[in-house]
């Protein structure tokens, strides 16, 4: 699994604190860095996050499953471009992978998993090369398949996936993957992300104050 950030507003957090300012023409208190700070972990504890939406960041995402993809889609205020299972062609563009779960690769089951998931590759070739289309071979294609994917989203929107997606009830892929991008955003915008607590050992985040936005 790979997480590179492929873009970033430039001077987030600079463009978060002057569109706040606009709000209440209060640019005789823009004295940055310092009123950054201040300013914008303000409006977050008192719920102002309208003003996080005029900074984004673009991620692509390796190695995850379409397990973690139809999951990561559902944030509908993110705008994601998926590799196209009708117009890839696994074996040609690019070769099958899939992942295995933790809790298989850890049992005796784990090269049956691998076997069942190779023959059902193989099936999908055989149909393709027997002239079914690939947007119809893929239907034997299973959830494991690796699918690689772009997504983009303001800084509020990723602060609310990663309440949901980072906790200990979320999925473990999906939380595995936006505790990446957890850690790059807070590298790159440390103040907007700043109460974010990342508990390493235990591999799950969340934000000082406890919260836990529950399922989604």
Not at 1 to 13: D, F, G, R, S
Not at 71 to 87: C, F, I, N, T, W
Not at 155 to 174: G, K, P, Q, S, T
Request: proline share 4%.
């Amino acid at each position: 699994m790979k997480v590179e950030l492929m873009a970033i507003t430039p001077q987030a957090e600079d463009v978060i604190e002057k569109a706040c300012r606009t709000c209440y023409l209060s640019f005789h208190r823009y004295n940055p860095p310092s009123s950054t700070e201040e300013l914008i972990k303000k409006v977050i504890q008192k719920g102002h996050h309208s003003v996080l939406e005029h900074a984004y960041a673009t991620f692509r995402i390796k190695g995850g499953s379409r397990v973690f993809t139809h999951e990561m889609v559902r944030h509908r205020l993110m705008s994601p471009s998926q590799e196209s299972q009708r117009y890839v062609e696994y074996g040609k563009t690019k070769e099958f992978e899939f992942v295995i779960p933790p809790t298989v690769e850890n049992t005796n089951l784990k090269d049956k998993f691998r076997k069942k998931a190779l023959e059902l590759k193989d099936f999908y070739e055989e149909m393709v090369k027997a002239g079914v289309p690939k947007e119809d071979a893929r239907y034997i294609l299973p959830n494991a398949t690796v699918s690689e994917i772009v997504v983009s989203a303001n800084f509020r929107e990723l602060r609310h996936i990663f309440e949901v997606r980072c906790v200990e009830r979320a999925h473990w892929e999906i939380r595995q993957i936006c505790l990446e991008m957890l850690k790059i955003m807070k590298k790159e915008a440390p103040i907007v992300f700043w109460d974010f607590v990342i508990d390493e050992k235990n591999k799950i985040a969340q934000r000082e104050e406890g919260i836990d936005a529950g399922d989604n």
